[in-house]
């Protein structure tokens, strides 16, 4: 220790800086004064919790903080500087001002116009801000009373986040033009509201680009759609070129694509509608825009043809990295073995397609064969893809390609995406797939046998190989597998030979996920989980966190055959920690369900059973709803099972709840943050329909806070 000392604070100074996790940095301010000091003096970014009242909580030792995010302090979701709670909100405001001097950027949660107008008269020297508001903007307000205080105070405004913050798009563009100075120095500007309904309309978008001519960054949500009035089309794209050049990263995304809801299946992945998006004013755009490091269009209308006008941004656009365009078509052709199109763009690091309706297996043998740079991909929507084309795509870029993303393509179920995959097993990352389990155990399937042979190169396994299995298990290793394989009401196998021949054919006899980290994965509701083993990850010893989205409606359901949905398969990873289940757009009876249905309650359970198995340490849960009520809320099963995961310490949970149906969560023996939060649109404006309401936050709280932690 004594060398470690022996250092000069300058260089232990940068080495401090250099570290971003925030448990390690709390480590290092416990080995003496002089790390403590150090560690403080180098923290420039600091998110702050705990309840708003408690003024003498506030540290006073984060004087060096720039990045302040105060969107989680408690009660969630009320007005931070609000006399309803608080007995003095100026006070409140000049505490953080006197505690973090030095900010220069600011999150906030918003609920009304004069918490702004407060916090930028304590920092007006602010440079980036974000705005968090899920709740709605109350109609008596003023036209830009959110933002006038904003643009105003803070001459030094260069970058603005409204992602997350409900609004009018009227509010915006009024405000934007009556402040040219700050509006000029704005370089970054994000408008993907994912609450609107519409998004903003092409006179709009000129205006806000005509006001803001220096953008680097510009992500906003609109329509697409020619049969509405103020629509986006070639017009408004050379609007947006001509009156900001600089652009180096620009997201424009129909309003419905931001719901990250999955779409129908059967769709072939043309509309009845073409947007009114021509090839040559695609040329023209990219022409326009040599800057561009990052582009996304996703129209959700026909833009047909692109191949020519994709072609120009390998010379027009030369520092192009990342790419995502949803219902472009013609992306691709691969007439012969001529490269084409999107394969021409051979800088990418990134490309997402998504609802191309004609991209076949050679497009994609195309891509990876010009595209060979590229380390994610992800593709979506694209009925006439399958394994053969995509695995061979995945031999080429084995080189560089880390993550994937396979959702809602036809051909390709869970066990195809996976061995579609499986040339880079070894080297993946990230992966999402749709758990979609129809044929995994079916033998017999000529596709799955010849999977290796089919474009040639770098196959992976051999068939004297593939077939080689232990065949001595013992009596309980045979029950447990016959217990993995009755799934489904249609399919329930009854010997261990058959299950050992199916994983066999599957292409995953004994195959290991190296280095994968971050699993995602959609499943329909009353799915099982539990063929997830068999369908091919079975050994992934870095699996540290795995996104799960339950989507469907359950109204009219029976009643599953099983009592669990499958989470305790997942403890067969070892390095699991953390998880995101999200059931928010899993639709039931959160009140009285009619005869011979489940309620709400019923299906948490049902979800929720074995997740004390796991070992997890965070876990963001989002309840199912019922929207005839609008109501999230966590349910007395759901509570009691969450109180089983007894190694958790974060658990935030993004819907409402009884209070004492909280007081289980105490139990926890390490449990240091929890958390509920409507971080939905609408937000309950007065949660009457529980009983956590902001002194029902302080009790919680109190308890929690209230208890001896060990470590």
């Known amino acids: 220790m004594a060398a470690i000392h022996d250092i000069p604070d300058v260089i232990l100074s940068n080495i401090f800086a250099s570290i971003s996790d925030t448990r390690s940095r709390n480590s290092l301010s416990l080995v003496s004064r002089k790390f403590m000091l150090l560690e403080r003096a180098t923290r420039f970014s600091l998110t702050l919790r705990g309840n708003a009242k408690d003024l003498f909580m506030i540290p006073t030792c984060f004087r060096s903080v720039t990045r302040l995010d105060l969107s989680l302090l408690s009660p969630w979701g009320h007005s931070l500087l609000s006399s309803s709670h608080l007995p003095d909100p100026q006070l409140l405001a000049h505490r953080l001002r006197v505690a973090f001097p030095a900010v220069r950027s600011l999150t906030v949660y918003a609920r009304s116009p004069s918490t702004i107008q407060m916090l930028v008269h304590q920092w007006p020297g602010l440079k980036r801000v974000?705005?968090?508001?899920?709740?709605?903007?109350?109609?008596?307000?003023?036209?830009?009373?959110?933002?006038?205080?904003?643009?105003?105070?803070?001459?030094?405004?260069?970058?603005?986040d409204l992602s997350s913050f409900y609004y009018w798009t009227e509010d915006l563009p009024p405000v934007l033009q009556?402040?040219?100075?700050?509006?000029a120095s704005l370089v970054h500007l994000n408008l993907l509201t994912t609450s609107f309904t519409e998004g903003f309309k092409s006179q709009d978008i000129k205006d806000i680009t005509t006001a803001c001519p220096n953008l680097k960054s510009f992500l906003v949500a609109c329509n697409f759609d020619p049969r509405y009035i103020g629509f986006v089309g070639d017009e408004t794209l050379l609007a947006v070129a001509n009156n900001c050049p600089k652009l180096t990263l620009l997201h424009l995304a129909e309003t419905s694509s931001l719901a990250d809801v999955r779409g129908d299946p059967d769709n072939e992945g043309f509309t009845s509608e073409d947007a009114m998006i021509t090839r040559g004013t695609l040329v023209e755009f990219f022409s326009r825009l040599p800057l561009l490091q990052e582009l996304v269009l996703d129209v959700c209308r026909n833009v047909r043809d692109v191949g020519l006008?994709?072609?120009?941004?390998?010379s027009k656009c030369k520092d192009l990295r990342v790419l995502k365009l949803g219902q472009f078509h013609g992306v691709c052709l691969a007439i012969e073995s001529q490269l084409d199109g999107i394969a021409l763009c051979s800088g990418l690091r990134e490309l997402s397609i998504k609802n191309s309706g004609d991209l076949t297996d050679m497009g994609l043998i195309a891509i990876g064969r010009g595209c060979c740079k590229l380390s994610r991909f992800e593709v979506q929507g694209c009925k006439r893809i399958t394994e053969k084309g995509l695995r061979t795509m995945a031999c080429l870029l084995?080189?560089?390609?880390?993550q994937v993303k396979i959702s809602c393509c036809k051909n390709l179920d869970a066990a195809a995406s996976l061995r579609a995959v499986e040339p880079i097993c070894d080297r993946i990352q990230w992966l999402h797939i749709d758990c979609v389990w129809h044929g995994l155990g079916e033998t017999g399937n000529s596709d799955s046998e010849q999977v290796g042979h089919s474009f040639g190169r770098n196959q992976v396994g051999e068939s004297s190989n593939l077939f080689s299995f232990s065949e001595t298990e013992n009596e309980d290793d045979q029950d447990m597998s016959?217990?993995?394989?009755?799934?489904?009401?249609?399919?329930e196998l009854s010997s261990d030979s058959y299950i050992m021949e199916t994983n066999a054919v599957n292409g995953f006899w004994c195959k290991k996920w190296d280095k994968l980290r971050y699993l995602s994965l959609w499943i329909a509701v009353a799915e099982l989980l539990s063929p997830l083993p068999m369908a091919g990850l079975e050994n992934c010893p870095e699996l540290e966190e795995i996104r799960i989205k339950v989507e469907g409606d359950c109204r009219g359901r029976p009643k599953p055959r099983e009592r669990a949905f499958g989470l305790s398969y997942l403890a067969r990873y070892p390095r699991l920690s953390k998880m995101r289940l999200d059931c928010g757009e899993t639709i039931g009876y959160a009140l009285t369900a009619p005869s011979g249905e489940m309620d709400l309650s019923l299906w948490e359970r049902f979800y929720l059973n074995g997740i004390g198995n796991l070992r997890l340490n965070e876990l963001d849960y989002w309840p199912p709803q019922d929207r005839d009520v609008n109501q999230r809320s966590l349910s007395l099963p759901s509570a009691g099972l969450l109180a089983e995961c007894r190694e958790l310490r974060k658990l935030f949970i993004h819907g409402t709840a009884h209070e004492?149906?909280?007081?289980?969560l105490p139990n926890i023996p390490n449990l240091r943050d929890v958390q509920l939060r409507e971080d939905y649109y609408p937000a309950p404006e007065s949660d009457m329909s529980t009983e956590m309401r902001a002194d029902s936050c302080s009790r919680f709280e109190a308890a929690l806070n209230s208890r001896h932690i060990l470590d």
């Open 130 to 160: 974000k705005l968090v508001r899920w709740h709605r903007r109350l109609t008596q307000w003023p036209i830009g009373a959110d933002f006038v205080w904003l643009l105003e105070q803070c001459e030094n405004l260069c970058w603005l």
């Open 178 to 183: 009556a402040c040219p100075k700050v509006s």
């Open 309 to 314: 006008a994709l072609e120009m941004l390998n």
């Open 398 to 402: 084995r080189n560089t390609l880390v």
């Open 482 to 491: 016959r217990k993995k394989c009755k799934y489904s009401d249609d399919f």
């Open 660 to 664: 004492h149906f909280m007081m289980f």
